[in-house]
């Protein structure tokens, strides 16, 4: 239900754009939101978008570095990371909140994507 892609392998101080497709009807009246994992760590929350794009939430080591956004209309959300630095490495989940809003907690999310891998080298 969730595909999420563009993920590869970067040098420090470069740029990606993650995106992250869900199928029709399970995103559109819902918050998204992008998570990721590292080798050996728990899932943290990175950053999340009302239903509307209205409102976002961002990780304070993410924060100014990465922007998220969506495409309402064809429920798709993206994650553009600047600045990436080598603890950015890690597998970038997508997901759907269970409501309007988007919380950073893994609880609040309904759906998760497969992941994509971001490795971002010093």
């Known amino acids: 239900q969730l595909q999420a892609s563009g993920g590869g392998l970067v040098q420090a101080g470069g740029s990606l754009r993650l995106s992250c497709a869900a199928s029709?009807?399970?995103?559109?009246?819902?918050?998204m939101g992008w998570f990721r994992q590292g080798t050996g760590k728990e899932r943290e929350f990175v950053a999340s978008i009302a239903w509307n794009g209205g409102s976002t939430s961002y990780a304070d080591n993410v924060q100014g570095r990465f922007t998220i956004s969506r495409n309402y209309g064809k429920s798709t959300v993206y994650l553009q990371m600047n600045s990436l630095k080598p603890e950015d490495t890690g597998v970038y989940y997508c997901?759907?909140?269970?409501?309007?809003?988007?919380?950073?907690?893994?609880?609040?999310?309904?759906?998760w994507g497969q992941g994509t891998l971001v490795t971002v080298s010093s």
């Open positions: 997901a759907v909140s269970r409501s309007s809003y988007a919380g950073r907690g893994l609880d609040n999310y309904r759906y």
């Open positions: 029709r009807g399970t995103s559109s009246n819902n918050g």
